[in-house]
């Protein structure tokens, strides 16, 4: 298991981080089942699909919404794995990339989605000379007493530039 610097949100149970990323590509999805879901799940996805329409309308064509990502990380037995985003917005002017997480509600596995599997992918695509990165979680509900592993701050817009995590409150 991945530690923190904190050391108080243990990774997700089933959670594979990318490691170090040797190749990566933006690719067509892997061929999928497709999943019924209802409940608090069904609602989880209702609400991402409200955010990433929102999203897609409020920024045009700098937002990409949930990108299927290919790519092989370094190892033994190593193969080529997928990844999926919910949202990557493009800052071209400023060379800046906000990697997106959508949550019903604030959660710390989105950092850990967002830091321990996106970014390390994102960042053979991007290079770290050329581009710097942002991070958002959208959530409809957002809890302060939710453990995270890092400091948060609480952005009104995505792609507000801050060096720290942000987490945007939208509900539609």
């Not at 897609?56 to 949930?66: E, K, M, Q, V, W």
């Not at 830091?115 to 942002?134: A, C, G, I, N």
């Amino acid at each position: 298991m991945l530690s923190n610097p904190i050391g108080v949100c243990p990774a997700p149970e089933a959670f594979r981080p990318a490691g170090r990323v040797l190749s990566a590509s933006f690719a067509t999805p892997p061929a999928l089942r497709k999943k019924r879901y209802t409940g608090r799940r069904l609602e989880g996805v209702r609400y991402e699909k409200k955010v990433q329409d929102h999203l897609s309308a409020f920024y045009g064509d700098r937002y990409l919404p949930s990108p299927w990502l290919r790519f092989f990380p370094a190892g033994d037995g190593a193969r080529w794995r997928w990844c999926q985003p919910d949202g990557i917005l493009l800052d071209l002017v400023r060379g800046r990339i906000t990697i997106v997480e959508v949550k019903y509600q604030h959660t710390s596995d989105a950092w850990w989605q967002v830091k321990h599997l996106y970014l390390p992918v994102l960042q053979v695509l991007f290079p770290e000379k050329w581009w710097t990165f942002d991070f958002c979680e959208v959530v409809k509900w957002y809890d302060p007493a939710v453990l995270f592993p890092e400091k948060i701050v609480l952005a009104q817009e995505v792609s507000i530039p801050h060096p720290a995590f942000k987490v945007h409150i939208w509900r539609p």
